[in-house]
């Protein structure tokens, strides 16, 4: 069992997630909840939350910590469950409090530890905008 293998078994025994080895790796990435061409899809809020989607384009199921940064406040966070091959998972993100008056910008980071080996480490964040 090579050295990749046993970190995904401990993540699934950690976690309690089940994670297969030899079906390569996942690759987690920000999804924009809504069809915009701007930073805007990104924002779907619920009450006092945003609605962050992760899709996995990856090879393997697996949940994933996703934290979000915000100028006007310290950062939130949240955990998807599990996210299929070529699925799309969400997490509850608190949004600080008070929340701004007007338009706010935020920086999403899925895996933003790098706890999860993934097929490409390099589309983890995005940029994105709530317009009010």
Known sequence: MGRTCRVLVLVALVTGFVAG????RPDFTPAKAFDSPGPEGYCKRVDASLEVHVANT?????AVSVRVD?????SGSGMTG???EN????ALVPIPTPIPQGDFSFTIRVDPDDDV??????N???EGLCIT
Do not use: K, M, R, W
């Open 58 to 62: 990856g090879q393997l199921a697996l």
């Open 21 to 24: 080895c030899g079906e390569g």
């Open 70 to 74: 915000f100028p006007h406040g310290p």
């Open 117 to 122: 080996p993934e097929s490409n480490e390099d």
């Open 82 to 84: 599990v996210i299929p």
């Open 87 to 90: 699925g799309v998972g969400t």
């Open 124 to 126: 983890n964040s995005a």
